[in-house]
């Protein structure tokens, strides 16, 4: 998530616990909600020590301990010369507290998207990721804009009980959507048991999911997914694809899967993205060839998705790539050339 995401969620929970009355120790849960993310400016150790890398023992419950007991110390003093001498006051004890549920609150923001984070560490070295919500999701984004809106705007403007009940108002929102994105995963993970998927992959709405599964062997690599909604189950029968690898395929390219199988490879080397998320593709009878749209089932936004458009000419077998962001078309209507539809669990959401 974003740095301001994360301040919002620290001062929204701060301000849940200790309420207006405990301001200090509000501003306090808000600053520690961005303290984990300072472990950028250890970059050049991490090297040395990956347990110093971004995403590293700073996003574990170990390390955001440290950084409160050190915080509790020394954050009442810079927020009480930042917004004066008020805001210091309070006990060491409360403070450490505040700093607790603000660095916590990190953690766990980090710990639902698909990128992982070591909870436990240095006592585990398990990484979690729980694919509940995207690192970049337009929505959550846009309530936090909205929200930074609204209590800047009110500052000064309007009574106290004002302000209060518009900062409850806003914690239940993130509330609410933190448990239906969680009521939806948890949905969509035993849905996606039952259909024999292995991953489940968050969109940017809160409540669809995309399921995916891939099995590769040296000569061929499967490819399926479905796309799953809270309250309608699967939307439709799935997709799946066969890649055959490492084939030699005689000239001129003749079929889809020649062309899947040719553009394979220079599509992932044109774009990191189809190596380091989950892929699909689109295969289109061109003039004098195939168009084949390798895209990310990740990184989508607005219905477009990231990804690779190649060109592979059918005589001379030349492929020609451009990375771009585009909406693949009739994903969700009759399969594209090459891709055969596979049924999936239909019924009602599980």
Known sequence: MDPFSHLLLGYLLGFGIWGPGGLPYVVAAAVAGALPDGDILLYPLSHRFPLLRHRGISHSIFGVTVLAAVGCLLVPRAIGWGLGSGFASGSTLGFFLAMEVGGLSHVFLDSLDHWSVPIFAPFSPTEYKFDVDRIVNVGSMAFTVLAYAIMIYERGRVPMAWWVDTTELLLAAAVFYFAVRILARWRAGVAAREGGYSAVIPQAHPLHFAMFDEESTPELRRL???????????????????????????????????????????????????????????????????????????????????????HIDSATGKVTTRAMWRAPERVFGDPPIGSAPRASPAGPAV
């Open 224 to 310: 399926r997914w479905a796309r799953f909604h809270l309250t309608r189950g699967f939307d439709g029968p799935g997709r799946s694809l066969e890649v055959p690898l490492g084939v030699a395929d005689p000239l001129p390219v003749g079929s889809p899967s020649a062309a899947l199988s040719r553009t394979y490879g220079p599509s992932f080397a044109e774009s990191w993205i189809l190596g380091e998320t989950r892929p699909f593709a689109e295969v289109r009878a061109s003039p004098g060839g195939f168009d084949v749209f390798w895209y990310s089932l990740e990184m989508t936004f607005f219905g477009r998705s990231a990804g690779v458009l190649a």
